[in-house]
């Protein structure tokens, strides 16, 4: 459904990462390698990827900003009040879109349709069209691997670039960690 992106974002014990390809298609063409799907949030605590067009991206990144901004960073609250906002909007509630945000308490998915999905686990969510490869391989090295946070994300969306075709290798992360 949301070709053209992988989005894998990671709440581990120490660190809260996201991570994302570069790819950028139109049809069966690729129109750059080296996009940026991933963006720090409200001060640089809360982190956020996108699947969908880019020029929507921008434009659900800063209206998701104004809403942590007026809630004071609280996430929870933002992304309750954002997903009743993007679903109300006439214009914004068509987009094929999706959105991961996380901080280090939380991890969320949201689209368009008001859906505000925390994960299972509360650990690990993908969004795009090679998010069920990059969440697998999370999973699996997860259980059976002894990884930094960030090499797991890093890892799991190269796993995918080698599956998806939407998703290159070109990987792009986002940290959050304790001091």
Known sequence: MFDATTILAYKGKNKAVIGGDGQVTFGNSVLKGNATKIRKLHHGKI???FAG???DAFNLFDMFEEFLEDKKGDILKSVIEFSKAWRK???LRRLEAMMIVLNKDHIFILTGNGDVVEPEDG???SIGSGGNFAISAARALKKHANMDEEDLVKE???IAGELCIYTNQNIKTLTLEDK
């Open 89 to 91: 909007d006439k214009v």
């Open 53 to 55: 067009s880019t020029a």
């Open 156 to 158: 799991s969306l190269m």
């Open 47 to 49: 982190l956020a990827g």
């Open 123 to 125: 650990e690990i969510a």
